[in-house]
Nanobody, 115 residues
């Protein structure tokens, strides 16, 4: 059974930084894409950033220039470096791995940015 586990969340002040990490287990394949989504209370889950196994990245406009996604294809891990955090970045962040038409999700990790 494929599992994704996030780590690195927590509470940070405005302007601070956090680094989220996600490790996959139970898979015998490499994900075509890995990424991060987030969901604030009362809102839908939105894309933050994704990165394909070929190195093509995609970022939400709201995080461009502040967040950087990286991955280790061999280890099936993905990380999200978040700088200059803002209160609007407060959300539960979910790790995602995509293999063909299959999407796998972590349980989510909370990031809270205080003003």
């Amino acid at each position: 059974q494929v599992q994704l586990e996030e780590s690195g969340g927590g509470l940070v002040q405005t302007g601070g930084s956090l680094r989220l990490s996600c490790a996959a287990s139970g898979s015998n394949f490499g994900f075509h894409a890995m990424g991060w989504y987030r969901q604030a209370p009362g809102k839908q889950r939105d894309l933050v950033a994704t990165l394909t196994s070929f190195g093509s990245s995609n970022y939400a406009d709201s995080v461009k220039g502040r967040f950087t996604i990286s991955r280790d294809n061999a280890k099936n891990t993905v990380a999200l470096q978040m700088n200059n955090l803002k209160p609007d970045d407060t959300a539960t962040y979910y790790c995602n791995g995509r293999f063909g038409a299959m999407n796998y999700w972590g349980k989510g990790i909370l990031v809270t940015v205080s003003s």
